[in-house]
């Protein structure tokens, strides 16, 4: 009796091991991110956006785990971004690179099948990059004023990589606030658009700063103003919009190129969590602070609800913009 009393004990002693071990096996599979995580890039391989997430997935891995990119294209970034609206398998480990093309998209398109800030968690912004408002070298303006004030009187014309992208919707925004009639000239990428503006084929741009700034800097492109809200610490002597059209209607104008991670609104708080604390370390490291001159940028603030916050005012402006442009599709 004694015996068989023992080997009760025992059996139930192992029992009881076997379900704490089970208990914190299944703790511990839950963790996350327990798979890799997928950062998707709304646009075609080698572009800004490309190389930003590819450096952002590089210095990531080094926190959490492997971040794999994957490139789809199409449609003004919806189509990615359609896709992860949709949720379903996978989507608590995909997160997406969003930039002006999340809120201008939903403008242009006004039947997209997800709304852009509800079906979405936010997580982070990671850079805001100005853009600049240049003419050609040998143009007869030299001042935003002096611009305005003949684009009022001519018709005078600016260029884009395309219909809908962040330039041309910055061009149209002055156009707006400045009452000019200034005429659209689209092209297929910065690639056609740059050399059309050197050469002065279009009289002003509003173009990213990575774009312009090597011809800033060589003498071909004279930088009126930036776009942000304040001056760029690699443009120091060119005054803001805000600042240089005072006078024109201009002294509430901001637009940037903004990067941020969003993710699926069923997206884990844990991941969240994670992601914003891994991304607080990566930001201050020294690799990606001295990644961010080559874009002309600075560091994003906003996080979870300021960026959702600044994602749904970019959304109002830009829906405004394109129902004064007749932009809708």
């Known amino acids: 009796m004694l015996k068989l009393m023992k080997r009760l004990v025992r059996s139930k002693s192992l029992c009881a091991l076997a379900a704490v071990s089970l208990t914190s096996g299944a703790a511990m599979a839950d963790e996350w991110p327990d798979n890799n995580i997928r950062l998707v890039v709304p646009y075609s391989a080698g572009g800004t956006t490309d190389l930003l997430s590819r450096k952002v997935a590089d210095l990531l891995q080094s ?5 794999v990119v994957e490139n ?11 896709q992860l609206a949709r949720g379903g398998r996978g ?20 039947n997209l099948r997800y709304n852009p800030v509800e079906d979405f968690t936010f997580i982070r912004n990671v850079i805001n990059i100005p853009n600049v408002m240049v003419v050609p070298a040998d143009s007869p303006y030299t001042s935003v004023a002096e611009f305005v004030e003949a684009a009022r009187t001519q018709q005078l014309s600016f260029s884009s990589p395309g219909i809908g992208s962040s330039i041309h919707m910055s061009g149209e925004l002055f156009k707006n606030l400045t009452g000019t009639q200034l005429v659209h000239v689209p092209f297929r990428g910065s690639g056609e658009a740059l050399p059309a503006l050197l050469a002065g084929d279009v009289d002003v741009a509003f173009e990213n700063m990575p774009t312009v700034y090597p011809h800033i800097q060589s003498g071909k492109l004279r930088a009126l103003a930036v776009t942000t809200a304040t001056p760029s610490e690699f443009l120091p002597e060119v005054p803001t919009l805000q600042t240089a059209g005072e006078g024109y209607g201009l002294e509430n104008y901001e637009t940037s190129a903004w990067f941020g991670l969003i993710a699926h609104k069923s997206f884990p708080e844990e991941g969240v969590t994670k992601l914003q604390a891994a991304l607080d370390t990566m930001m201050a490291s020294d690799k990606f602070q001295s990644f961010l001159p080559q874009f002309g940028a600075v560091a994003g603030q906003e996080v979870g609800g300021d960026f959702r916050q600044m994602v749904n005012a970019e959304l109002v402006k830009w829906a405004e913009v394109a129902e004064q442009a007749n932009l809708k599709r």
Request: hydrophobic letters at 35%.
């Open 72 to 82: 789809r294209p199409g449609a003004g970034s919806t189509v990615a971004t359609g």
């Open 91 to 110: 989507s608590d480990h995909a997160i997406l690179m969003a930039s002006p093309g999340h809120t201008i998209g939903a403008s242009l398109y006004p």
């Open 63 to 67: 926190e959490l785990t492997t971040v």
